[in-house]
T-cell receptor, first 115, second 115 residues
Framework: AQSVTQLDSQVPVFEEAPVELRCNYS??????LFWYVQYPNQGLQLLLK??????LVKGINGFEAEFNKSQTSFHLRKPSVHISDTAEYFC?????????????FGTGTRLQVTL | DTGVSQDPRHKITKRGQNVTFRCDPI?????LYWYRQTLGQGPEFLTY????????KSRLLSDRFSAERPKGSFSTLEIQRTEQGDSAMYLC?????????????FGPGTRLTVL
């Protein structure tokens, strides 16, 4: 079984400032890692994913994340945020092995960008 | 590609009534997933199908819940004798099954309110 911890339920930040949203996971098997964004009254949209290879992955809208196996972390970063980045962000994992591909999500981090 | 669609978008019902939700996945996707998201939480896995076969069900899926995907295309999720605790956003996602983890594309969700 896997679990995902997003320690920050809310992150307020000023526009054009950098931001980091933290994600730690626990799993007895190797996992794939994802970040999704959810805008109000909408479904989830994939920001980026780590499957293998380079531990630094780049996604849409200028976001990037770094997989750290020793710290079991997959923190999301953006060097300069925009008002339109205000949304809920979810970190998720999925087992690499077998046929199961269900996602296990964290509780989410609300990013609030202000002027 | 019209994306994943869900119907209805909102459903208000009285406790004890039955409700049914529909999900239409992306046409070439053979995997279909149902998740439930309660306020302030991340989505939780309920069940998934590969073609018409239901391959996994979460313990969250009580006997009052049933999901079908009769022809391997659209899927329905029925909740019988609804309870107030069933109030949540029900999300559907679809993906291709392959040797590598593929992105799950989410629909906009059906928000259920049980009075």
């Amino acid at each position: 079984a896997q679990s995902v911890t997003q320690l920050d339920s809310q992150v307020p930040v000023f526009e054009e400032a950098p931001v980091e949203l933290r994600c730690n996971y626990s799993s007895s098997v190797s996992v794939y890692l994802f970040w999704y964004v959810q805008y109000p009254n909408q479904g989830l949209q994939l920001l980026l994913k780590y499957l293998s290879g380079s531990t630094l992955v780049k996604g849409i809208n200028g976001f990037e994340a770094e997989f750290n196996k020793s710290q079991t972390s997959f923190h999301l970063r953006k060097p300069s945020v925009h008002i339109s980045d205000t949304a809920e962000y979810f970190c998720a994992v999925s087992e690499r092995t077998g046929t199961a591909s269900k996602l296990t999500f964290g509780t989410g981090t609300r990013l609030q960008v202000t002027l | 590609d019209t994306g994943v669609s869900q119907d209805p978008r909102h459903k208000i019902t009285k406790r004890g009534q039955n409700v049914t939700f529909r999900c239409d996945p992306i046409s070439e996707h053979n995997r279909l997933y149902w998740y439930r998201q309660t306020l302030g939480q991340g989505p939780e896995f309920l069940t998934y199908f590969q073609n018409e076969a239901q391959l996994e069900k979460s313990r969250l899926l009580s006997d009052r819940f049933s999901a079908e995907r009769p022809k391997g295309s659209f899927s329905t999720l029925e909740i019988q004798r609804t309870e107030q605790g069933d109030s949540a956003m029900y999300l559907c996602a679809s993906s291709l099954a392959s040797g590598r983890m593929n992105e799950q594309f989410f629909g906009p969700g059906t928000r259920l309110t049980v009075l």
